[in-house]
């Protein structure tokens, strides 16, 4: 199959092996140019040579991300050697084993530069020009732990999950200048990275390697973990020219590692705001009526409306100040409805 995607120049970030070796392999076979960035230049060098074998342009750069102030340089010297970057693959390394809780406020802000605000950097620094052309492509690479949080990877399933939030709202902002950006979400991936997990916990847990790799390979659907191929191969297709009205998505690529399905449910708060300053809220997606007990009895507006206007037009007249608010799990947003008090205890005003 033709990807569509032979002469466009991607910058591979960490693409001197795991992941970004393997997500470089793939673009090279499609004809792109290939720029592997990564802390180690003998890494980068040996992804370079691979790439060479398959009669690839590419392109070795030594690259420390927590080095914000090389951004610009950088890229200049990439731009230099192969020109502007068409598709750029955020892929970072990550953060040692750590609980989410009593870690130093300078591991945090280490690592949160490294894999979060050097990503957000790169990437708009080849934005406009990837916007000038109608045509780009942002690929983040994150961890399953952002739909599923990983034990004992704290720093990691908070920062990437950062990551996801910042990738969604930009595909919104880029979308109609022909610039997708989406998330891939590795899971039990064959690497380097992944031995090392497996090393820590079965040292923390005083088990054998063998021992944590089988547990964790039983939950995998596929019975197996997966080949860094299959996952540059997935990565590649999303950089393509056939993916073009694919955007804001998250990919998982864990061979049936979690299963979920999202539900979509309303849910409504109610905030009340007491006379002697304090707020109070609450929140239901069943009931019809929401009863509180303050001294007195509110009925307050739940999912359906209350059983009768009267209903309604009380549980405004004795709440001095309510806000009501609807929440749609499928949007992942708070809509505010309406504010009931007692100037207004109408119908409309009251019913959601």
Not at 32 to 41: E, N
Request: proline residues 3%.
């Amino acid at each position: 199959m033709d990807l569509q995607i032979k002469n466009k120049i991607a910058l591979v970030l960490g693409g001197g092996g795991g992941l970004g070796g393997a997500i470089a392999l793939s673009l090279a076979k499609e004809g792109v140019k290939v720029a592997v960035a990564d802390i180690s230049i003998d890494a980068a060098e040996k992804t370079v040579n691979l790439l060479k074998e398959h009669g690839a342009q590419a392109y070795a750069i030594q690259w420390d991300l927590a080095r914000l102030e090389d951004i610009e340089t950088k890229i200049a010297t990439i731009e230099a050697e192969l020109g502007p970057v068409d598709i750029l693959v955020n892929n970072t390394g990550g953060p040692p084993p750590t609980t989410a809780h009593s870690q130093d406020a300078g591991v945090w802000s280490t690592h949160f530069q490294s894999m979060v605000v050097s990503v957000i950097k790169i990437t708009d620094r080849v934005l406009p020009g990837m916007r000038e052309r109608k045509w780009g492509r942002v690929i983040t690479s994150t961890s399953s732990g952002v739909v599923s949080p990983i034990p004992n990877l704290g720093i990691s399933n908070a920062l990437r999950l950062s990551l996801v939030g910042w990738s969604k709202t930009l595909a919104k902002e880029v979308g109609n200048d022909g610039v997708t950006v989406n998330i891939v979400l590795p899971g039990r991936i064959a690497t380097g990275r992944i031995t090392f997990l497996d090393e820590a916990k079965a040292k923390r847990e005083g088990r054998s390697v063998e021992e944590v790799s089988k547990e964790s390979t039983a939950a995998i659907a596929v019975g197996r973990y997966g080949d860094p191929k299959e996952y540059g191969d997935v990565v590649a297709f999303l950089a393509s020219g056939l993916a073009g009205y694919l955007t804001g998505s998250t990919v998982r690529i864990d061979g049936g590692l979690i299963s979920s399905l999202r539900e979509r449910r309303d849910y409504y708060a109610i905030i009340v705001h007491r006379a002697n300053g304090a707020t109070e809220a609450f929140a239901d997606r069943n009931a019809v009526c929401h009863v509180i007990e303050d001294g007195y009895t509110q009925y307050l507006a739940g999912r359906a409306g209350c059983a009768s206007r009267s209903e309604r037009s009380k549980g405004c007249r004795h709440s001095l100040h309510t806000s009501f608010y609807s929440y749609q799990s499928g949007s992942d947003s708070w809509w505010e409805h309406q504010d009931c008090n007692r100037r207004d205890a109408s119908r409309k005003h009251c019913r959601l």
